[in-house]
């Protein structure tokens, strides 16, 4: 239970009508207590009474009120020493701090307990901006690691569930943050305090640090699908969630069956968590929405009206009033008279509209149109140039002879002609023809000659080298 673990007293502090003074004092403890170069937990009693009298030297404490316990017709504190020693016997009475004597020194420490329940209040006190990239990054790290290394590092698991969790009670703090604070703003008349509570809460203690990144490509969502797929098929791996189970069972000395419960209920946890986000972000920007409306509304009707504007408006009317109906103009519109402003109305926030799903289906290609592409693409091919096929074709021609006049040549297909027509010119193809000019040689006649009754070109004798 709760109350096991902490003092009785604990909350007296908090409670009383002296609790500014005790919060500024257990902020400033915190700083020293939570300290990262803090090697000995025991701290000297005279540097802790000089930390409450740095807060309340800070604060400016002028008025001390009884408390339960303290004589009534006792003088309250004159000089801040006084009011150290009281706050620091009262921190002492009710549990928050522990003396311990050492030798002839005096320790003051925090139990844990006690220490954990100051760094919540603390982190209530800061609220913190929270970031979403972090926080999925941080479940897909562990998840990698825990499915890749199950039998080293498998319990990062856990660590990847709890960050999960953590991520979505703090969906729902903001979401509850948002409509008490869209209650508090709509309970206002008063404009400035409207539009200051809106960036005092909302922009500075409410807003993510990474808001605006969800609407733009660097979504940190994006590794939403990742983490649900990695997390289906671990779950239809028999042989990493034994490994897991018997790591969760090593580390966390527990049976084998309850470890594979929590590997189970670790991977729902986050798959739960993952599925659902999108409602509830979508929940939590209809609030926005709402709240930066009624800001906009506040805004626009504050840019309407000056200080005296009433006064100037009545004085305005009398004086209209007493001139003659013959001098005043008759108004037939007011959509181009400006009456009061000219300036137009701002228009509120737009809500973003979500896209919905539509189901993709593939368009069927005409037959003919396929086959056409199919024989263009026969065709292409037959037309390219090729060394080996050319090379392939001569051989063929030359049939182990070692020459081979042009009139002997035979062209019967569309490759055949153009093999032969390359046939002639392989030492102009450059490089590639370096090995044809390795094995042939090509000697060209004075006169012209008909090949196959398909082409008439100058005569040519073909030499296979030696």
């Given at each position: 239970?709760?109350?096991?673990?902490?003092?009785?007293d604990?909350?007296?502090?908090?409670?009383?009508?002296?609790?500014?003074?005790?919060?500024?004092?257990l902020?400033?403890?915190?700083?020293?207590?939570?300290?990262?170069?803090?090697?000995?937990?025991f701290?000297?009693?005279?540097?802790?009474?000089?930390?409450?009298?740095?807060?309340?030297?800070?604060?400016?404490?002028?008025?001390?009120?009884?408390?339960?316990?303290?004589d009534?017709g006792?003088?309250?504190?004159?000089?801040?020493?006084?009011?150290t020693?009281?706050?620091?016997?009262?921190?002492?009475?009710?549990?928050?701090?522990?003396?311990e004597?050492?030798?002839?020194?005096?320790?003051?420490?925090?139990?844990?307990?006690?220490?954990?329940?100051?760094?919540?209040?603390?982190?209530?006190?800061?609220?913190?901006?929270?970031?979403?990239g972090?926080?999925?990054?941080?479940?897909?790290?562990?998840?990698?690691?825990?499915?890749?290394?199950?039998?080293?590092?498998?319990?990062?698991?856990?660590?990847?569930?709890?960050?999960?969790?953590?991520?979505?009670?703090?969906?729902?703090?903001?979401?509850?943050?948002?409509?008490?604070?869209?209650?508090?703003?709509?309970?206002?008349?008063?404009?400035?305090?409207?539009?200051?509570?809106?960036?005092?809460?909302?922009?500075?203690?409410?807003?993510?640090?990474?808001?605006?990144?969800?609407?733009?490509?660097?979504?940190?969502?994006?590794?939403?699908?990742?983490?649900?797929?990695?997390?289906?098929?671990?779950?239809?791996?028999?042989?990493?969630?034994?490994?897991?189970?018997?790591?969760?069972?090593?580390?966390?000395?527990?049976?084998?069956?309850?470890?594979?419960?929590?590997?189970?209920q670790?991977?729902n946890?986050?798959?739960?968590?993952?599925?659902?986000?999108?409602?509830?972000?979508?929940?939590?920007?209809?609030?926005?929405?709402?709240?930066?409306?009624?800001?906009?509304?506040?805004?626009?009707?504050?840019?309407?009206?000056?200080?005296?504007?009433?006064?100037?408006?009545?004085?305005?009317?009398?004086?209209?009033?007493?001139?003659?109906?013959?001098?005043?103009?008759?108004?037939?519109?007011?959509d181009?008279?400006?009456?009061?402003?000219?300036?137009?109305?701002?228009?509120?926030?737009r809500?973003?509209?979500?896209a919905?799903?539509?189901?993709?289906?593939?368009?069927?290609?005409?037959?003919?149109v396929?086959?056409?592409?199919?024989?263009?693409?026969?065709?292409?091919?037959?037309?390219?140039?090729?060394?080996?096929?050319?090379?392939?074709?001569?051989?063929?021609?030359?049939?182990?002879?070692?020459?081979?006049?042009?009139?002997?040549?035979?062209?019967g297909?569309?490759?055949?002609?153009?093999?032969?027509?390359?046939?002639?010119?392989?030492?102009?193809?450059?490089?590639?023809?370096?090995?044809?000019?390795?094995?042939?040689?090509?000697?060209?006649?004075?006169?012209?000659?008909?090949?196959?009754?398909?082409?008439?070109?100058?005569?040519?004798?073909?030499?296979?080298?030696?």
């Amino acid at each position: 239970m709760l109350f096991n673990k902490l003092p009785e007293d604990i909350f007296l502090p908090l409670s009383g009508q002296n609790r500014q003074v005790y919060q500024s004092v257990l902020l400033e403890l915190a700083d020293l207590f939570f300290d990262e170069d803090l090697i000995d937990p025991f701290i000297p009693r005279d540097l802790v009474r000089s930390s409450i009298e740095n807060a309340v030297v800070r604060l400016g404490v002028r008025r001390w009120e009884t408390e339960p316990g303290e004589d009534a017709g006792a003088e309250p504190p004159r000089s801040s020493a006084e009011y150290t020693n009281r706050i620091y016997r009262r921190l002492v009475q009710t549990g928050w701090l522990e003396e311990e004597q050492k030798v002839y020194r005096t320790y003051v420490l925090l139990s844990p307990s006690v220490s954990y329940l100051l760094r919540s209040l603390v982190s209530i006190a800061r609220l913190e901006k929270r970031s979403y990239g972090g926080a999925v990054l941080n479940v897909l790290s562990s998840l990698e690691s825990a499915i890749s290394d199950p039998l080293g590092r498998g319990i990062t698991l856990s660590e990847a569930a709890q960050t999960a969790a953590d991520f979505s009670a703090h969906l729902t703090d903001m979401m509850l943050g948002l409509r008490e604070l869209k209650m508090n703003l709509s309970a206002s008349n008063n404009p400035q305090e409207i539009v200051r509570g809106f960036f005092d809460r909302f922009v500075e203690q409410i807003l993510v640090s990474d808001y605006k990144t969800l609407k733009t490509r660097n979504n940190p969502f994006r590794f939403r699908r990742q983490i649900l797929s990695m997390l289906r098929d671990l779950q239809f791996d028999p042989l990493k969630l034994q490994q897991l189970a018997e790591h969760y069972q090593m580390q966390l000395d527990m049976s084998y069956d309850v470890a594979e419960a929590q590997v189970h209920q670790h991977i729902n946890r986050i798959i739960r968590i993952f599925e659902s986000v999108d409602q509830r972000l979508a929940a939590i920007d209809d609030f926005r929405y709402q709240l930066e409306k009624r800001v906009a509304d506040t805004v626009r009707y504050m840019d309407k009206t000056t200080p005296g504007m009433a006064a100037r408006l009545s004085r305005l009317i009398a004086a209209v009033g007493n001139l003659p109906e013959k001098v005043i103009p008759p108004l037939t519109t007011l959509d181009e008279v400006g009456f009061i402003s000219p300036a137009s109305v701002r228009a509120p926030v737009r809500r973003r509209v979500e896209a919905q799903p539509r189901i993709i289906t593939q368009k069927e290609i005409d037959p003919a149109v396929l086959e056409l592409r199919r024989l263009f693409k026969e065709w292409k091919e037959r037309r390219e140039v090729n060394v080996d096929r050319i090379e392939t074709y001569l051989e063929s021609q030359l049939a182990g002879r070692e020459q081979l006049r042009a009139t002997d040549f035979r062209i019967g297909t569309v490759e055949d002609y153009i093999c032969f027509s390359y046939v002639r010119h392989f030492n102009s193809l450059g490089k590639k023809a370096q090995r044809m000019r390795q094995r042939y040689r090509i000697q060209f006649e004075d006169n012209y000659v008909n090949v196959s009754g398909m082409v008439e070109c100058r005569g040519f004798v073909i030499h296979r080298n030696s």
